[in-house]
């Protein structure tokens, strides 16, 4: 009896160290805690982080940040940038380009100039980080785009000008973290923005000239293999990630571009996307959720007035950001209190690219 329990304590010793235990519990965790809190009106993504916080190092201490859960981590990170930029409407981006273009700035700069100064004057924040975090206010994920579909606007122009906007914050958003990358390293020379130049111009072509060509030609070819095309769509997402790696960027770019590239070649009511959606919000980007919550700290928090000072600022400081950017938007194409309202509430929610900068960041 002795051995067995002796036996029994080694499998949940914590942290737990054994990779099958380690899956049954997260996938518990993902399966419970979105049905549990949904009874308190809590959304999902909320009780994930939740899970992972009390999970975490910083919490119950049953799991740590050790190679198993870094590795999920990073394929959640990179399939929710890839399925932000393959669910970004193409075509309504065209009919509206030089809308979406003047919102995309809008929405990109009025954040980072309200946010640069609050920052790095208010808060005492260097120029890098003052930088970093005034861009996470920039970028925005379109979360609430299924609710503005559902009640049947989502043909209203200002939603296509937001849907459209967010491909150059969200990418513009991205390149502001390679260069900060660069500057807090000490590269950001000459030979930093040549390198730079030329491996964003070889990566774009590489990216949007031969992969979907290549892609098109297997979807043809392998017609009737309808499960090569999701492991064809996988592979794809990590090679431009590594190959935004090898470029200089950081590979969540790379995941966001594959998903541009392929945008075309994968209707959003086939099968395909149908594969990759329910996959991924049923798996990779959970797991990555419950990854970001094991990195909070609470007692940060709780630590005194100044940390929950620093969390409205930044929170009131992104909020109004946005808000600025829709009324500006209004007053430029005369749209009604209703449209700049559809605007901001699209605008307003941070998720995909923002968690992204928050973890380079770290």
């Known amino acids: 009896m002795e051995e067995f329990l002796n036996h029994l304590s080694e499998h949940f010793r914590l942290p737990l160290d054994n990779p099958v235990l380690i899956f049954s519990l997260i996938l518990f965790i993902i399966l419970l805690a979105p049905i549990l809190l949904s009874k308190i009106r809590v959304p999902g993504i909320i009780g994930l982080i939740l899970s992972g916080i009390i999970i975490g190092p910083h919490g119950l201490q049953l799991l740590e940040e050790g190679l198993f859960v870094q590795v999920f981590s990073t394929i959640g990170l990179l399939y929710i940038m890839f399925i932000a930029g393959l669910e970004l409407d193409i ?93 807090h390293e000490g590269n950001l020379g000459l030979a930093f923005w040549v390198k730079m130049i030329v491996s964003l111009i070889v990566f774009s072509l590489i990216m949007f000239k031969i992969v979907p060509k290549i892609a098109a030609w297997f979807f043809k070819k392998m017609q009737t293999e309808k499960h090569s095309h999701y492991i064809f769509v996988l592979a794809i997402i990590f090679f431009a990630a590594f190959l935004a790696e090898v470029a200089g960027f950081e590979p969540i770019i790379g995941a966001f571009v594959s998903g541009l590239a392929l945008n075309r070649l994968i209707p959003h009511s086939s099968a395909l996307m149908n594969r990759i959606e329910f996959i991924g919000n049923s798996l990779f980007i959970p797991f990555f959720l419950i990854s970001v919550g094991m990195l909070v700290d609470v007692k940060v928090i709780l630590s005194g007035p100044m940390a929950l000072v620093i969390a409205a600022t930044l929170t009131v400081v992104s909020i109004f950001g946005k808000w600025l950017a829709a009324f500006v938007t209004q007053l430029v194409y005369k749209y009604s209190i209703n449209q700049r309202n559809l605007i901001f509430g699209l605008s307003s929610a941070h998720a995909a690219a923002t968690l992204a900068v928050i973890l380079g960041g770290l």
């Open 91 to 183: 075509n309504e981006f065209r009919a509206y380009r030089n809308k979406s273009l003047l919102f995309g700035l809008l929405t990109f700069s009025i954040p980072l100039i309200v946010g640069f100064p609050v920052c790095h004057y208010i808060l005492g924040y260097g120029v890098d980080a003052s930088f970093l975090t005034a861009s996470m206010f920039s970028t925005h994920t379109l979360v609430t785009y299924p609710i503005v579909s559902r009640i049947g606007v989502s043909k209203n122009q200002a939603v296509a000008i937001t849907v459209g906007g967010t491909i150059l914050t969200d990418t513009a958003v991205l390149l502001i973290l390679a260069v900060i990358m660069g500057s």
